[in-house]
């Protein structure tokens, strides 16, 4: 049976919990411009893929 597919995007509170942080925090990277988003309407959601980015030790890259 093939694995689960794998989410795309998150919330901001999704986000904040699948990292273990606080949506203040959450809130900060994205304004320092650590964390990019895209807006979908009124949603505003965060790449699996930047989360991925962003806690990965330095000098590696994102699977």
Same mark, same amino acid.
């Given at each position: ?16 919990? +699948?990292?273990?942080? &606080? @949506?203040? $925090? %959450?809130? #900060?990277?994205?304004?320092?411009? !650590? *964390?990019? +988003?895209?807006?979908? &309407? @009124?949603? $505003? %959601?965060? #790449?699996?893929?930047?989360?991925? !980015? *962003? ?9």
């Amino acid at each position: 049976m093939p694995d689960s597919p794998q989410q795309l995007s998150y919330t901001i509170d999704q986000a904040a919990s +699948t990292i273990g942080i &606080g @949506r203040t $925090t %959450l809130y #900060r990277l994205i304004s320092e411009g !650590r *964390l990019p +988003t895209v807006k979908l &309407g @009124r949603r $505003t %959601l965060i #790449r699996h893929v930047d989360l991925v !980015r *962003l806690i990965a030790p330095d000098g590696q890259k994102a699977a």
